[in-house]
């Protein structure tokens, strides 16, 4: 970039980054709470708050990490403008990046410079009107598809959460097998107990203990497995 491009660049083009980034941040917001309104209002569903302390406490524990990491390790490859765009519509790892990282490939730049900044928000806004583009299309048409399709295939959709549950559960397996091969009785006897009703004593009847107790004896037992490193 020459002078004039590199003023426009950084007076002009990340000040308006910025700025609108942090007014759709905040639209976002309130935005975000709109289908759990839907449901509550419409549709009469009511949590109790057991039922919300378990959710937040198994989200807190599976995201809270990410939260730190990703924008540490995302930072250099979708730099101010690939940021905002990506934790305003999702699948950061997924799609934002891998789009970013190949439209850098492409057009043979650099992450992190202005340049590298400016193709990384092009490919990313890219993305998400693809992505978003289609999950709409496929969210008006999903009923009229789905009433075309066969029984059995309707009925082989009730194990899709499961099945989805049941890979990220063997992706983590493998990526620490020692810990894994202690941390999943734990977490079937926990499972057990549950089912059982033995921690219904506690507040809000139980129902979070497992998963907090899952979580606290991952914790302990990946330090213990992995002590060597740890000192190293």
């Keep these: 970039m020459n002078n004039e491009q590199q003023n426009i660049y950084k007076n002009e083009y990340l000040p308006y980054i910025v700025r609108v980034g942090k007014i ?9 709470f709109i ?5 509550v209002i419409f549709f009469g569903a009511r949590p109790d708050a057991g039922g919300v302390l378990t959710g937040l406490i198994g989200l807190c524990s599976a995201m809270l990490a990410w939260y730190i990491v990703d924008p540490v390790t995302l930072y250099p490859i979708l730099h101010i403008p690939g940021m905002y765009m990506t934790y305003l519509c999702g699948n950061s790892k997924e799609i934002r990046a ?3 990282t190949a439209a ?5 730049v650099e992450a992190g410079t ?25 969210a008006i048409l999903g009923n009229a598809i789905l009433a075309v399709l066969p029984q059995t295939v309707l009925h082989a959709l009730n194990y899709l959460l499961p099945s989805l549950f049941g890979t990220m559960c063997m992706q983590r397996i493998l990526l620490d097998p020692k810990s ?17 009703g033995f921690f219904k004593f506690l507040p809000f ?7 907090l107790l899952c979580v606290i004896a991952g914790v302990i037992v990946a330090r213990i497995v992995h002590k060597d490193k740890l000192k190293a």
Excluded: C, D
């Design 24 to 32: 759709t941040s905040w639209l976002s917001l309130p935005l975000i």
């Design 35 to 39: 289908p759990a309104l839907v449901v």
């Design 98 to 100: 891998p789009a970013a």
């Design 104 to 108: 850098l490939s492409a057009a043979g």
């Design 114 to 138: 202005e340049h590298g900044t400016i193709v990384a928000g092009i490919s990313i806004a890219i993305s998400i009107f693809i992505s978003v583009g289609t999950m709409t299309l496929v």
């Design 180 to 196: 894994s091969l202690i941390i999943l009785p734990i977490s079937i006897a926990l499972k057990f107990l549950s089912m059982n």
């Design 205 to 211: 009847g139980g129902g979070y203990a497992q998963i």
